[in-house]
């Protein structure tokens, strides 16, 4: 999909906030409403605008705890893949699960009330997995997303 | 602090952002008044904090994601601050991490394909201030990215 710059300035806009009306921010952008809505609803049906994500502060909530997570598969090849992802994606405090080529085979987001309970999830839920071999934790300490190349 | 109806209501809204307040009302059986109060309420304290648009990537072509894992030179006062103000400079950087453990800063880069990846990787990561060692795992895919919090 080839974008030109109103749709750039829509894309940035409402990945820093998706709460403003079309009316809103058309007005910031020299477009009329029906304009505003016809572009984002291209750009929805195009895929470039997956969804919504709610933004919570995860600490008032009581997730004080995130952790990246390396893990490399001990027994490759009799471990299956796809029933690997889906027992490590079925853990709610599991965020993310990517599959990776390097020095891990998967990085996962692991989130939890504070590091007892981060180990508790890891130890149970986690190590307990059949495959998992070497695992890498680092606790997150600050985060920035950044608005990218558009 | 939270009580059960903000979890409900918040858990429901994680689901789904674009609930309105009636159709949130209606599945907790609260009145739409009581859930607007309650809205009101946690974004005044600071849990809600709004929402914003997911960008998928690969529909604009970035095909490559790639997780750069770095080791900062700590013998040097600024590294932290210098490394993270030059790859806030490089618009392929999507999301910039610090840690406690091996790993001191993690960089989410995003390429259009290999040869972008190559050429972003040496002209503008490499070339980043103070880095001691670089590790990149590349994304072969993504099996779960909604990033929603077990309330």
Same mark, same amino acid.
């Given at each position: 999909m080839?974008l030109?710059?109103?749709d750039?300035?829509?894309?940035r806009?409402?990945?820093?906030?998706?709460?403003?009306s079309?009316?809103?921010?058309?007005?910031?952008?020299?477009?009329?409403?029906?304009?505003?809505?016809?572009?984002?609803?291209?750009?929805?049906?195009?895929?470039?605008?997956?969804?919504?994500?709610?933004?919570?502060d995860?600490?008032? !909530?009581?997730?004080?705890?995130?952790?990246?997570l390396?893990?490399?598969?001990?027994?490759?090849?009799?471990?299956?893949?796809?029933?690997?992802?889906?027992?490590?994606?079925?853990?709610?405090?599991?965020?993310?699960?990517?599959? !990776?080529?390097?020095?891990?085979?998967?990085?996962?987001?692991?989130?939890?009330?504070?590091?007892?309970?981060?180990?508790? !999830?890891?130890?149970?839920?986690?190590?307990?997995?059949?495959? !998992?071999?070497?695992?890498?934790?680092?606790?997150?300490?600050?985060?920035?997303?950044?608005?990218?190349?558009? | 602090?939270?009580?059960?109806?903000?979890?409900?209501?918040?858990?429901?809204?994680?689901?789904?952002?674009?609930?309105?307040?009636?159709?949130?009302?209606?599945?907790?059986?609260?009145?739409?008044a009581?859930?607007?109060?309650?809205?009101?309420?946690l974004?005044?304290?600071?849990?809600?904090?709004?929402s914003?648009?997911?960008?998928?990537?690969?529909?604009?072509?970035?095909?490559?994601?790639?997780?750069?894992?770095?080791?900062?030179?700590?013998?040097?006062?600024?590294a932290?601050?210098?490394?993270?103000?030059?790859?806030?400079?490089?618009?392929?950087?999507?999301?910039?991490?610090?840690?406690?453990?091996?790993?001191?800063?993690?960089?989410?880069?995003?390429?259009?394909?290999?040869?972008?990846?190559?050429?972003?990787?040496?002209?503008?990561?490499?070339?980043?201030?103070?880095?001691?060692?670089i590790?990149a795992?590349?994304?072969?895919?993504?099996?779960?990215?909604?990033?929603?919090?077990?309330?």
């Amino acid at each position: 999909m080839i974008l030109d710059e109103l749709d750039h300035q829509i894309l940035r806009a409402l990945s820093a906030n998706a709460e403003q009306s079309t009316k809103q921010l058309g007005q910031k952008l020299g477009l009329s409403q029906p304009a505003t809505w016809r572009r984002i609803k291209r750009l929805q049906d195009a895929g470039v605008i997956a969804g919504r994500k709610l933004d919570l502060d995860a600490e008032k !909530v009581g997730f004080g705890v995130t952790v990246f997570l390396g893990v490399k598969l001990a027994t490759k090849g009799r471990v299956s893949l796809e029933d690997f992802e889906r027992a490590i994606g079925a853990i709610p405090e599991v965020q993310t699960v990517d599959h !990776v080529l390097g020095l891990y085979d998967y990085r996962l987001r692991v989130v939890a009330r504070d590091l007892a309970d981060f180990e508790r !999830v890891l130890r149970r839920r986690i190590m307990t997995m059949p495959g !998992v071999g070497d695992v890498e934790a680092n606790v997150l300490l600050s985060e920035e997303r950044r608005p990218g190349p558009i | 602090m939270l009580d059960d109806a903000d979890r409900r209501l918040l858990r429901l809204l994680q689901a789904d952002p674009t609930q309105t307040v009636p159709d949130l009302a209606d599945r907790l059986g609260l009145t739409p008044a009581r859930i607007t109060r309650r809205l009101d309420r946690l974004r005044e304290d600071g849990v809600l904090r709004g929402s914003h648009a997911i960008i998928d990537w690969r529909a604009l072509g970035y095909t490559i994601a790639v997780s750069l894992r770095v080791t900062l030179d700590k013998t040097v006062p600024r590294a932290f601050d210098d490394f993270i103000e030059a790859a806030r400079a490089v618009p392929e950087v999507i999301e910039i991490q610090t840690f406690l453990g091996r790993v001191d800063v993690r960089l989410s880069l995003i390429a259009k394909d290999l040869a972008g990846y190559q050429r972003l990787y040496r002209e503008q990561v490499l070339t980043l201030p103070h880095i001691a060692d670089i590790e990149a795992l590349m994304t072969v895919a993504t099996v779960k990215s909604d990033e929603s919090l077990p309330l």
